[in-house]
């Protein structure tokens, strides 16, 4: 029993606990087969204690994991403890804050021991070669997983060469966390031909000829995660092509002018025909709204993100818009959808999601010359078929608000947040004009509506859109739920909207005995009379026929 208390604690809270209490508790720090996780702190000053040094000593055999959260302290721990193959049970090491020299001093010792799996270092800077630094955790015989971050990447020097057959290392998880050039990750990977998963970050454009057919004998990578910076795309699609067919999951995040990236048609020929097995997609490219911005036409190549190919694999398109960038993002369906019923209304569908792109607006921010950035990417909305939009009113005046609508004919659904007053919205202007002329021939079956004031509010937005199928209420005012649905059911039967079916509400706190006084109100009051009604998470859903 008092082993599974340990669990849950670190070497030095048992000691402090348990060391001084009686002979039996002693037995069992001193003299037991318990594995111990060490971690160093500002606050471990009793990793120099006598006593913890002698429990350290007498049973390094038991230690399983070492965490250093400075170098000062590591410094301490290696002249009182020296690492060698005595520590045959320590499968990882967690280094915070460790100067090259001394790591590389570590890195040789670490070398001897019989079951490192693990090693995590996290450097603040490196004046030195990183490729000394690759090339020793190479030889670590048992290591699977190695992650090397640092947090100063600006200049640094990775010269390692490729590998030869008799060089190859055991990692299968490689985590890169600093900058480093094409080139240099490739020479990196002919040492990992084991690698099932790779992330690396900051990844540039080379100078040097790039050797890709070493990428050919990473025949176990399943997992890609990669972050671009300034890398072209011709040179990306090289990298990927080169690559083994057998990839499972792709994770890329673009930062980088080259506009190829959003050529939805050409990610999907090198999928198909190079990476048939893919079944997970996240694809991240960010465009940068200055005032030299300008939407051009290789902007409408982004509209192939929405073509079956990616809608038959559930990988759903959206743009996110906010103040001063543009984010388009390709990911799997799963967790994207704001409510539950749109997820069960996908999932037991036997056709693909709507087509079409989602575009999240929240942008208030202006350019040198006072135009709304929102202004520059309008012709944007002109080149999409839009049919989700996700807008936060709050963050924009309501003449941009109408400008946009006006240009999304083919909308589906949307959510609303902090509606305009009604006053400034139906104003008779131009922009109000194009609304009208919207609101007449607008396709939305499915709104969510959020930081809504009033009930006044919130009918006059529900006589506006007078198709919806599926509303959802979120935090309408300080009502309580009971007080939401029953307003929410007398302005539907007042006003003889037979397009509404489901009404679902989003309570902050509540219990499933809400759900007999919910019935109960709407039988009293004669409201629905073939109904279900039901809870799940924080959210009530009605439905109706």
């Known amino acids: 029993m008092f082993y599974e208390i340990f669990d849950y604690l670190l070497c030095q809270d048992i ?60 410094n301490k721990f290696n002249i009182l403890y020296t690492i060698d193959s005595s520590f045959n049970h320590l499968q990882s090491i967690i280094l915070h804050e460790i100067a090259t020299f001394q790591l590389m001093k570590l890195l040789f010792r670490l070398k001897s021991l019989p ?37 100063d990447y600006q200049e640094l020097n990775l010269n390692i060469p490729i590998a030869t057959n008799e060089q190859f290392s055991s990692i299968e998880y490689l985590v890169i966390y600093h900058r480093l050039t094409l080139n240099e990750l490739t020479n990196l990977l002919s040492h990992t ?6 992330c690396c970050f900051n990844v540039t454009e080379s100078e040097d000829d790039i050797k890709l057919e070493t990428l050919m004998k990473l025949n176990n990578l399943r997992h890609l995660t990669i972050s671009i910076n300034h890398l072209s795309f011709d040179k990306f699609e090289t990298f990927l092509v080169k690559l083994p067919s057998q990839l499972r999951i792709l994770s890329v995040t673009i930062n980088c002018l080259d506009k190829n990236y959003l050529n939805g048609a050409r990610l999907e020929y090198i999928i198909s025909q190079h990476i048939p097995y893919l079944n997970k997609l996240i694809f991240c490219y960010t465009d940068i709204i200055d005032n030299d911005f300008e939407i051009k036409p290789c902007h409408a190549l982004v509209n192939h993100f929405t073509s079956s190919f990616y809608l038959k694999r559930q990988w759903i398109f959206r743009i996110f818009i906010n103040n001063d960038k543009i984010i388009y993002l390709i990911r799997s369906s799963r967790n994207l959808y704001n409510d539950f019923q749109e997820f069960i209304n996908l999932t037991s569908s036997s056709i693909y999601p709507l087509r079409g792109a989602h575009i999240s607006i929240r942008s208030n921010l202006h350019t040198k010359e006072n135009e709304p950035f929102i202004n520059k990417i ?40 902090s509606f305009p007053p009604s006053e400034k919205l139906l104003l008779i202007n131009e922009s109000s004009k194009m609304f009208y002329l919207f609101l007449g021939n607008n396709k939305i079956t499915k709104l969510s509506l959020r930081d809504i004031p009033s009930f006044e509010q919130m009918f006059l937005i529900m006589n506006l859109f007078s198709h919806i199928k599926f509303i ?19 302005k539907i039967q007042i006003t003889n909207n037979n397009h509404i079916k489901t009404l679902c509400v989003n309570v902050d706190e509540g219990s499933h005995n809400e759900l007999e006084k919910l019935q109960k109100m709407i039988i009293s009051e004669n409201l ?13 859903y009605l439905k109706w026929k």
């Not at 629905?528 to 009530?540: A, F, Q, S, W």
Request: glycine share 0%; proline share 2%; with cysteine.
């Open 472 to 490: 959802e209420l979120q935090q309408i005012s300080n009502s309580n739920v009971e007080l939401i649905i029953r307003c929410a059911l007398w």
């Open 193 to 198: 031909p084991r690698l099932t998963h790779l």
């Open 15 to 74: 000691y402090k606990a348990f060391s001084n209490l009686n002979n039996r508790f002693e037995n069992l720090l001193f003299n037991s087969s318990y594995l111990l996780t060490i971690r160093f702190s500002s606050e471990s000053e009793s990793i120099f204690d006598d006593r913890y040094k002698h429990l350290i000593n007498s049973n390094k055999y038991q230690i399983i994991s070492l965490h250093s959260d400075n170098q000062s302290l590591i």
């Open 115 to 151: 079951r490192l799996f693990s090693l995590t270092v996290f450097l603040d800077h490196c004046d030195d070669d990183l490729g000394d630094i690759y090339r020793v955790v190479f030889h670590i015989s048992y290591l699977k997983y190695f992650k090397l971050n640092i947090s």
């Open 378 to 417: 309008i012709p944007l909305f002109e080149m999409l078929n839009v049919t989700r939009l996700n807008i936060d009113c709050s963050q924009i005046v309501p003449n941009i608000f109408l400008k946009i609508l006006s240009l999304l004919p083919n909308l589906d659904s949307m959510r609303i947040i």
């Open 528 to 540: 629905l009379e073939d109904y279900i009604i039901y809870r799940r998470h924080n959210k009530y």
